[in-house]
């Protein structure tokens, strides 16, 4: 190789290294927060977070890769939940997970505009986050066990279905 044809190559290379260096960084990861009412050991804590873990990797994110999850506990205390609730939000996630009442009051609390996904919330219309279950409105969403529509009248749904 000639010298003029290896400074050529040479000068060449050194004006594509930062373009081939910027293409190769990843796209910012998308931040979630996580706030559970209950402690982190917490038997039904630890199943609620492996199904969320599980249904993200199966829609492609993957925590470290292109996701971060910042997880908070409250165990059980509202005043914890509380300011765990305004940390996340201090944060800027592009959506919190909450799991339990306490968890939801204090999300409820310190955000109208992050969107809210709650899991294990009692009766989420009495407790004031959603304006009903089937059009929740604001910021808030999730999933409940319980319709309270089906419950006040299950002493009659026994005696319809012969149930003892």
Known sequence: ???REFITLFSGSALMLPLAAQAQQS????????????????????KDLAAFKSGLQALGWNEGANLQID???????PSRARS????????????IMGT??????????????????????????AGGFVASLSRPSGNITGFTL?????GEN???????WHLT
Not at 71 to 77: A, K, T
Not at 103 to 125: E, G, Q, R, S, Y
Not at 154 to 160: A, L, P
Request: proline letters at 6%.
């Open 1 to 3: 190789m000639r010298r």
């Open 27 to 46: 796209a910012p990861k998308k931040r979630i927060g996580v706030l559970f009412s209950a402690a982190e050991d917490n038997p039904q804590s630890v």
């Open 71 to 77: 997880y908070r506990w409250g165990d059980g205390d």
């Open 84 to 95: 765990s609730a305004m940390e996340l939000v201090s944060i800027s996630p592009a959506v």
């Open 100 to 125: 339990g009442t306490v968890a939801m009051t204090a999300l409820h609390d310190a955000t109208n505009t992050i969107p809210i996904v709650f899991l294990n919330v009692a009766d989420p219309v």
């Open 146 to 150: 319980f319709e309270y529509d089906i």
């Open 154 to 160: 299950g002493c009659n749904y026994s005696r319809r």
